[in-house]
């Protein structure tokens, strides 16, 4: 298999650009220490690669392991790859089948393989491309430089300055700790004070821009004066979510759970709301565990995710209050701090400028700091301190989103390899002595306690969005002689009601889970990892192996399965059929100028006919069993009498009448055979 055509075959600037691209691929495995491209999502449109290629796996969406693949390069170098996934490049385009190349310091979109799978037509001038579906609608576009093209209008196309670009923000030594406890007001900072010598704060109230622009909000609701008498004895929790795209490892909602004596805070990232039944079940037995307090009350909403909980409740001897309908007030607690939290973590993401699809680590960041700042609702103490009758280590805390360090490993490293990695840091690893970090040239998460910060030193990730208004006239691209060749992929997703609204934009994203990295001692002197104490009550460990078995759970009302056609109708899909000839029907017929209501009308009257006589009915075993049935039924049912025919009478004649009868989702209920007389004899 080879990745790049010939260039002998292209002619013009097709050659050009191949030739441009061959030496991009050839200077990439050269040296994979060369230049760093300018742009994570940067898509060059080549007219000479016979498949799609891509260098991170947070661009797929999906991806599956074959077997190894050989890739010819253009140096004569041969490379494998075992990962083959989809992209999503555009809420129009999809990538199938893409090869994962970690090597390639670019990626790639093969011109033939976009138009044979999505039937769209690609136009080139001198400086610009324009790509139009079948409809002559325009899906993309793309802009030469240096002799390449390269796509425009991505959903996530992210530029990062580096090395120089880096701006350093002017913060006031005096400020450093309103910036590092996530924007923590200033009085507060002067509890701290009192309690940490190394703490410094303005004498007089600064005014910060950051702060206004994160924390505006309306009228608070009255504060109840009840409290608790112990830890753990009540406890509040409620589902904040959806968001519009999940977090670089598929969560959309958080379930957010806060001790009434205490007000310590545990945050749950949430694929759905069907993880949530065991995601209690195993806090409630942690905790009562670990912290050697009962849980006696659960103050909850009415949503439906938490009632298939009642027997467990019974069985813990838990009594569980919950509120009217739409009265969230009667849950103020954990509401207000929903907007406790979500102020620092819009505070983290607005300084940071990282994307909105990292909102999980500033929300996880964000409940870190609220935990370990005093409380006005406890009268100034602690959460941290309150819970574990100890003051929690702050030496460990550091900016979030300033910019890092983190320490490469020592395998297969040359003398002359870099022995950093620049990257952002996203916060503290809970049940390890390690930090988070994202690494700024191929995105993808790593955990390591070899980390040198600069705290002062923001990464400013630059969001280009989706603004591209292109028309082009019918008459500038002829693509009469191109035949359609549209696959479509209809997925119905259910949109559950959401429990709180998104407050910042997210967009469409995946990562790979964090790859964890050591380091050689003989490296730089690195911050301080975080203790034990204070990493491992955050967020929620594993079940312990001793629990009992949790009580059957009752399914949630609405499904979250994705939708299909039936499946009589995906027999009739031309375009997933595998071409056996040189022509496929399908390049040259196509359902695209229909409604899609028309189209599916259309085929499934190609999909079962129903046979016009016994012979042809004879031949199919369905109707074989049918028609046998009915024989069966009249037979029982002393429909006639057998004799012998009499002289000069003419017998009536009797035919078959077939129909196929269906569910109300259109499925085949049964193959159905009448034995009919007929009437005109």
């Known amino acids: 298999m080879s990745l790049l055509k010939s260039s002998t075959k292209l002619a013009g600037e097709g050659t050009s650009q191949v030739n441009n691209v061959t030496k991009c691929i050839a200077s990439s495995y ?92 690609f ?8 790509i139009q579906n079948s409809m002559q609608k325009m899906i993309g576009s793309g802009r030469m430089i240096n002799g390449l093209y390269y796509l425009e209008g991505t959903q996530s196309q992210v530029e990062i300055q580096t090395g120089k670009q880096c701006n350093s923000l002017a913060i006031p030594k005096t ?26 704060v303005n004498k007089v109230d600064f005014c910060c821009d950051i702060c206004h622009l994160a924390k505006q909000r309306k009228l608070s609701y009255e504060l109840s004066n009840s409290r608790a008498s112990s830890c753990l004895e009540l406890l509040h929790m409620d589902i904040w979510g959806p968001f519009s795209t999940p977090t670089p490892h598929g969560h959309k909602y958080f379930l957010k759970i806060v001790d009434d004596f205490s007000r310590f805070t545990w945050i749950i990232l949430l694929k759905g709301k069907f993880e949530t039944t065991s995601k209690i079940q195993n806090f409630i037995l942690f905790s009562e565990e670990h912290f050697g307090h009962k849980v006696r009350y659960l103050r909850r909403d009415n949503g439906p995710e938490f009632l298939s909980l009642s027997k467990f409740y019974i069985s813990k001897g838990i009594l569980h209050q919950t509120s009217y309908v739409n009265t969230p007030q009667q849950n103020g607690r954990v509401e207000r701090k929903h907007q406790c939290i979500l102020n620092i973590a819009r505070a983290l993401m607005t300084q940071s400028h990282l994307p909105p699809r990292y909102w999980g680590y ?36 550091k900016v979030f989103g300033s910019l890092c360090y983190v320490s490469t490993q020592d395998n297969h490293m040359s003398k002359f ?13 809970p ?8 690494d700024l040239h191929n995105h993808e998460i790593i955990v390591s306690r070899n980390v040198i910060f600069e705290e002062t030193i923001f990464c400013i990730l630059i969001i280009h969005q989706n603004l591209w208004e292109y028309m082009v006239p019918p008459n500038d691209i002829h693509s009469s002689h191109i035949a359609p060749n549209t696959t479509t992929n209809d997925q119905e997703t259910t949109n ?4 709180r609204q998104n407050n910042f934009p997210i967009e469409p994203f995946s990562h790979p889970e964090p790859s964890h990295t050591t380091s050689p001692s003989n490296h730089d002197q690195p911050s301080n990892s975080p203790t034990d104490c204070n990493q491992s009550h955050d967020s929620i460990p594993p079940t312990p ?35 056996t000839t040189p022509y496929p029907i399908s390049h040259f017929v196509s359902h695209d100028n229909l409604s899609p209501s028309y189209s599916t009308f259309c085929l499934s009257l190609l999909t079962d006919k129903e046979p016009e006589s016994y012979a042809e009915a004879s031949k199919h075993e369905c109707w074989t069993k049918s028609m046998q049935t009915e024989l069966n039924a009249l037979a029982n049912n002393n429909t006639w009498v057998i004799v012998d025919l009499p002289e000069g009478v003419k017998p009536i004649g009797s035919k078959w009448v077939y129909k196929i009868k269906r569910k109300a989702d259109d499925t085949i209920d049964r193959y159905k055979a009448r034995l009919v007389a007929k009437g005109y004899n």
């Not at 390899?417 to 690893?429: E, M, P």
């Not at 049940?431 to 994202?438: N, P």
Request: with cysteine; glycine share 4%.
């Open 175 to 200: 400020a450093l700790w309103h910036f590092r406890l996530g924007h923590t007001s200033h009085k507060r900072l002067e509890l701290l004070q009192k309690l940490y010598q190394n703490i410094e």
């Open 30 to 121: 050269s040296d994979k220490q060369g230049t760093t491209p300018n742009s994570l999502d940067t898509w060059i449109l080549d007219s000479g690669a016979t498949y799609h290629v891509c260098d991170s796996l947070s661009f797929f969406t999906a991806y599956r392991e074959v077997h190894a693949i050989p890739v010819k390069l253009p140096n004569g170098n041969i490379v494998t790859t075992n990962i083959v996934g989809d992209i999503n490049i555009t809420s129009q385009i999809t990538l199938k089948n893409v090869l994962y190349m970690p090597h390639f310091s670019f990626n790639l979109i093969s011109v033939s393989r976009v138009s044979q799978d999505l039937g769209c037509v």
């Open 496 to 499: 559950n009601p959401s429990t």
């Open 123 to 130: 136009a080139f001038t001198d400086t610009l491309c324009f």
């Open 417 to 429: 390899d870099h022995r950093a990695k620049k990257c952002v840091y996203l916060g503290i690893k």
């Open 545 to 579: 192996t001793h629990s009992p078995e949790p009580s059957p759970t009752i399914p949630l009302r609405k499904s979250t399965r994705t939708s299909k056609l039936p499946s009589h109708l995906l027999d009739y899909h031309c375009n997933s059929m595998t071409h």
């Open 362 to 397: 500033a929300v996880l960041h964000s409940v870190f700091i609220v935990n370990r700042v005093p409380s006005n609702a406890i009268k100034g103490q602690i959460p941290f301190t309150v819970l574990h009758n100890k003051l929690p280590d702050l030496s460990q805390l």
């Open 431 to 438: 049940g390890m002595k390690g930090y988070v970090a994202l």
